[in-house]
């Protein structure tokens, strides 16, 4: 089973934690409002409750609007035991009305491991006695799930594009841009990371940049170029393009550059008049219009000579591969409809993923790329921070991986740990953990 757009959603939030002091961390006040309370203004306010209803509206489906954590007790479907991504309600102290609520990404007999907000004020995973438990809960309606995944699913396809065309590690004197590795810039990995980037930090965030993990790219993509040009309007073949040309030309451009393909206002903003053209237009002929006018635009640009034969193959990729998207589907319009875009949905959500099937159209769990991709990306990035204490030797940069955030880091070990455990026990038939198709 692949994993809920929910929890890919709240990896991609790892490592967002409180700031000391009086200074409140933007992302935390964003979870209040997108989970439905819009009064907090302080990341004091206890937010675990606050991060799930958050992840679950991104993915399509309603929490509870409550900050209580014991709200979601009574919410959705009650499972008898632990699933891949359930939501799991636990007991705080002796106070009947305290708890906690997180995501289940592993459990074993005495413990389960939850990401979740606010532990150790922060988004991370960490074990928590099994004791405590006082529920597992499941969305209602699996439909809805289901185009939450399809929504989730299109940008995995746009985002696998971009990395292909973006390439590995690179530091050439003539980009700008300075280190760069799979299209993330070092200054905006180091905003990411809420870091600077000076003498003495420079060579370690290099070393991080190189082995930047696959949520933290995922994380950086949605949240600097997918969500502010509001890529999930867009029917797949124009949100790819839209997305490359956010990614490359900043996302003011790309939405300028849009406005000029549907000859509306070019204001760098997308609202209703700018809508209403594109709902106007035929899907090809935007594409076209807008990969020519991106050609028009690297050829304005004076390192052209040096990178010009690269980015004019780049856009002729996007576009074959857009062009191939809408024949596959038959679609013709380069807007989605109210009812989908409410929904989350994409007409690209019913079209083969990457991971393949069996021929009956169900999958089981061991063969779902993503589940596995995250334990691995998991252990990739936390087991070489305790490796040197079994007598193994790793690079530095590796080791570096996720920044020096030590109590984080051995948090997020022991999830790995653990769920490589009920993974094992999973294989003999004995664990706890059961990930079942929907």
Known sequence: MDQPAWLAAAWAEFGVREIPG????????????????????????????AFAGAMLKRA???????????????????????????????????????????????????????????????????????????????????????????????????LAHVLEMEGGYSNDPYDPGGPTNRGVTLEVYANFKGQTIDAGSRPRLISELKSIPDPVVEAIYRRRYYDPAQCALFTAPLALMHFDAAVNHGVGAAIRMLQQVVNVTVDGEIGSETLSAIGGRSLIDLIDDYAEIRRTRYRALPHFWRFGRGWLKRVDATLALGKSWAAAEGTTRGLLEPTQIAKG???????????????????????????????????????????????????????????????????ALTAVFGTAL??????????VLSLRKS
């Not at 009920?422 to 664990?431: D, V």
């Open 60 to 158: 399509g489906c309603e929490g509870t609007g409550s900050l209580l954590a014991r709200s979601y007790l009574d919410w959705g479907i009650s499972l008898d035991e632990p699933r891949f991504g359930a939501v799991a309600v636990l007991a705080r102290g002796d106070d009947p009305t305290a708890g906690h609520v997180g995501f289940v990404i592993g459990a074993t007999g005495e413990k389960l491991y939850l990401l979740g907000g606010n532990q150790s004020d922060a988004v991370t995973v960490a074990p928590f006695d099994a004791a405590r438990l006082l529920g597992f809960r499941w969305p209602h309606a699996d439909a809805d799930t289901e185009h939450a995944t399809a929504s989730n699913g299109v940008f995995a396809k746009l």
């Open 345 to 411: 949905e994409s007409n690209m959500g019913n079209q083969a993923t990457t991971t393949k099937t069996t021929d009956d159209g169900t999958k089981w769990w061991v063969q779902s790329k993503t589940l596995w991709g995250t334990l691995i990306t998991a252990a990739a990035t936390v087991i070489p921070v305790v490796a040197p204490a079994i007598g193994v030797s790793l690079p530095a940069d590796v080791i570096q991986a996720f920044g020096d955030q030590v109590l984080t880091a051995l948090q």
């Open 22 to 49: 009086k200074e409140n961390a933007a992302e935390i006040l964003r979870y209040f409002r997108e989970a439905g309370d819009s009064s907090v203004e302080s990341e004091e306010t206890p937010w675990c409750a």
């Open 422 to 431: 009920a993974i094992y026990g999973r294989f003999k038939a004995s664990s």
